[in-house]
């Protein structure tokens, strides 16, 4: 099987196809795509297949940093988890495990039925196309508009100006920043710009986005906010995996949450 059908010249079965709009209009609520570059595009199953299982995983750093240490954690399709924890005690390191940004020392990594192990380069490269990521920090591009911080991961994605335009404005919509999209970064505030970074994870409809501490920097109600939004791409079916060390974030929902502790991972809550 291959890793992902070419672009060019293969089409989508019917039933992923079929998948892939449902989730489209759901998040756009928008007329139908063109079908462009997302053949990998795999959408949860009916029977909650994992997107995530982290077998035996340890990770320590070439200074001898013991991050993560024997994890076990398997995520369902459709899931929506929090990993709380310290400062230093392993929660970016999992993310970036999960995303092929680190590599396990030991242990197995399956995301999105790709065992990470056997993936690099390339292939590992459209795998993370699949993968929306929000940052603590934001990371916008700061000398581009709002718009184009979020057309610019589909530019870079190949899509279409038709295809860049059907899905920039619902999703822009989505995360209530129409009015401000002519803006640059430093002309919004903590909140907005971490609005537009979550526009630009999920604008390409990934299934699987990770947020490593979203709320950081943001005061309580604009936290509050974004994991309301965060919450909202849950329900239309994107599984949802969300780091903080924030409690009271935590406590007010109601979604399973495990704690790393000295890279140890514990279940807290199902
Ligand atoms: N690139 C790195 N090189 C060496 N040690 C690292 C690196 N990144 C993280 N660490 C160490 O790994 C541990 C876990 O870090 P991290 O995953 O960033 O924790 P958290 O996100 O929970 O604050 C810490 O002790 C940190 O110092
Ligand atoms: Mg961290």
Redesign the pocket.
């Known amino acids: 099987m291959t890793f992902v059908a070419p672009r060019s010249d293969s089409s989508p079965t019917p039933v992923s196809q079929n998948i892939r709009e449902r989730l489209e209009q759901r998040l756009h609520r928008t007329s139908t795509p063109d079908g462009s570059n997302q053949d990998e595009f795999q959408e949860p199953q009916p029977t909650r297949s994992p997107m995530v299982v982290l077998s035996n995983i340890s990770k320590t750093?070439r200074?001898g940093?013991k991050?993560l240490i024997n994890v076990n954690l398997q995520v369902k399709r459709g899931d929506f988890l929090f990993v709380t924890?310290p400062?230093?005690?392993?929660?970016?390191?999992l993310l970036k495990l999960l995303y092929g940004q680190e590599r396990p020392s030991s242990g197995e990594i399956m995301v999105n039925d790709h065992n990470l192990s056997q993936v690099k380069g390339n292939r590992l490269a459209k795998l993370r196309r699949r993968i929306g990521i929000v940052f603590q920090d934001y990371k916008l591009i700061p000398r581009r508009t709002v718009a184009e911080n979020v057309e610019f991961v589909l530019w870079a994605q190949g899509f279409t100006r038709k295809e860049i335009n059907r899905r920039l404005w619902p999703t822009l919509k989505m995360v209530g920043l129409q009015h401000k999209a002519r803006c640059f970064p430093d002309e919004l505030s903590g909140g907005e710009q971490q609005r537009v970074s979550i526009a630009r994870a999920v604008v390409s409809t990934p299934p699987l986005l990770l947020a490593d501490e979203p709320t950081g920097n943001l005061d309580s109600d604009n936290s509050i906010q974004v994991i309301r939004i965060l919450k909202k791409l849950n329900s239309i079916g994107i599984t949802v995996i969300v780091t903080t060390h924030n409690e009271q974030l935590v406590r007010i929902s109601n979604h399973p949450v495990v704690q790393?502790h000295n890279g140890y991972l514990h279940q807290v809550r199902q």
Do not use: R, V
């Not at 400062?87 to 390191?93: A, E, I, P, V």
């Open positions: 750093y200074n940093s991050a924890g400062s230093g005690s392993g929660k970016s390191t790393i």
